[in-house]
């Protein structure tokens, strides 16, 4: 399948990481204008993007076991095709999963939640226990779900400073999602992204 390499992120922002905490709220409606291809690479890089050689991201991992695995769905994006894509990590790169707007339908197996069928792009957290439990036991189900605040918070300061909103959506129909997406993951987050 297809790869897409990203740009590279800016380590500079326009805006404190104060300002950011202070500024940032859910946002559910946005403005119908694609994302650009830098905006999208910045958003996922700042989600749970590799800040070191050996694999250490932006957000913390219980025992560096990342049982995280983060999807985009793309409905309007300069430049890149509507479609489910996976964010290779470590490659700070795209692969196309599966062509097509999927964003109606995931909005479906949301409650119809109008945030996610009017966003320029779905950022979907999703992961597998076991990498977690195998190490922690039951113990580490509780670390997956702390990791997954991290990278939603990452997201929403980000997000403040690239003058973008989100929200962090938890309720949906976990199996539906699945579905519709074509994955086998757990699916933990759905995180709508637009310009406010
Ligand atoms: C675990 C979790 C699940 C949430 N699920 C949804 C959701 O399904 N739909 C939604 O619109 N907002 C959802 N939210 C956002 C909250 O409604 C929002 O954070 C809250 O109203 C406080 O507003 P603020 O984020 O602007 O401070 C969720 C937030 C969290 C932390």
């Given amino acids: 399948m297809e790869k897409i390499k990203l740009p590279p992120p800016n380590f500079k922002g326009e805006i404190s990481v104060e300002e950011a905490l202070k500024r940032r709220r859910s946002i559910r409606n946005y403005k119908q204008i694609p994302l650009t291809l830098k905006e999208l690479s910045q958003i996922l890089w700042a ?24 999807y985009v769905v793309v409905g309007n994006v300069e430049n890149l095709k509507p479609g489910l894509y996976h964010y290779d990590i470590d490659a700070h790169s795209l ?8 964003r109606i339908e995931l909005s479906r197996s949301a409650l119809n939640q109008t945030s996610v069928k009017s966003a320029p792009i779905v950022i979907v957290i999703a992961g597998i226990f076991q990498r977690t439990t195998g190490r922690y036991g039951k ?15 990452n997201i929403h300061l980000q997000a403040e400073s690239l003058g973008l909103g989100t929200v962090m959506i938890g309720a949906f129909e976990d199996e539906k999602v699945k579905n519709v997406l074509g994955i086998k993951e757990e699916i933990f ?5 637009g310009k406010k």
């Fill in 95 to 102: 692969q196309l999963i599966k062509e097509g707007d999927l």
């Fill in 189 to 193: 987050y759905l995180c709508p992204v």
């Fill in 47 to 70: 989600t749970d993007g590799k800040t070191a050689d050996w694999g250490g991201r932006t957000a913390p991992s219980a025992g560096a076991t990342y049982p995280l695995e983060i």
């Fill in 139 to 153: 113990r580490g189900e509780r670390y997956v779900f702390m990791e997954v605040g991290h990278c939603g918070q």
